[in-house]
């Protein structure tokens, strides 16, 4: 198979939504090996990881995302699109649920593979429906909250999909109760060509402080200072320093930005 599932615009009333889904589905269990039809979960849903930019698997105890798990993420974009680069260009699938305006090209820039990735930019009026079938046939699905709350017994069915089907799912910009891994990515500073004048010129360089937190292992929190950088081949992250931090502010009851 050599296209994902493309973007799938939804109007907002619930046969709308009702369609959607109906489309995913189908074109979902045309994914090899990930597809919906299969009733079993993925062999590596237990032990498996997903890969993740190479400054931040040096955070993470497993060093990536465990599969079967729910994960938080805030701050600056550059961290879902490097996310997003890291599983496509590995040959995953991924899926991103809301968040019309992410800047794509940076993550091609990244290294992402657009022919694996399933957008749904307008999920209608339930965004965690859609998220749950994307759950059956993708590695990673990134879901935008788009402000609200979830409450324990929507997220807690989302969690056993997630474990069962072996996929990663990433949540942004609302509150989700009890995520397993908790990441915060905040530009601390950046470097640009100079260009024509001030305010002008083209970016060099960003510095990410990357904030790692969440339960067990990670619960004491971690942290590391990140540069992304263009070369010949892209943008590539690179750790430039990194000290452990407390745990402060990665609450229990994750408020995701």
Request: proline share 6%; charged share 20%; glycine share 16%.
């Amino acid at each position: 198979m050599t296209t994902a599932v493309r973007a799938v615009p939804v109007g907002p009333g619930r046969d709308a939504q009702t369609d959607v889904v109906a489309t995913l589905r189908r074109r979902l269990a045309a994914i090899p090996g990930r597809g919906v039809e299969t009733q079993e979960p993925a062999p590596t849903a237990a032990t498996g990881v997903l890969p993740v930019p190479a400054p931040l698997a040096e955070l993470l105890p497993r060093g990536g995302l465990v599969r079967g798990t729910v994960v938080s993420a805030a701050g600056a974009s550059s961290l879902l699109l490097g996310l997003l680069a890291a599983v496509t260009s590995e040959g995953g699938w991924a899926a991103v649920v809301g968040r019309p305006g992410l800047g794509l090209l940076a993550a091609v820039e990244m290294g992402a593979d657009l022919a694996r990735v399933a957008l749904v930019p307008a999920p209608g009026g339930d965004a965690l429906d859609v998220a749950a079938v994307l759950l059956d046939g993708v590695d990673l699905v990134v879901l935008d909250l788009a402000g609200t709350s979830v409450a324990p017994s929507r997220a807690r069915g989302l969690v056993a999909r997630a474990r069962h089907r072996g996929s990663v799912l990433v949540v942004t910009g609302g509150t989700w109760p009890g995520a397993q891994l908790q990441l915060r990515a905040e530009v601390t500073t950046g470097t640009a060509d100079t260009g024509l004048g001030r305010g002008y010129g083209r970016l060099r360089s960003r510095e990410l402080e990357v904030q790692v937190g969440g339960r067990g292992s990670v619960a004491a929190g971690r942290c590391s200072r990140v540069r992304l950088c263009p070369d010949g081949a892209g943008v590539r992250w690179r750790t430039t320093a990194g000290e452990g931090v407390g745990a402060a502010g990665m609450r229990e009851q994750a408020v995701v930005g």
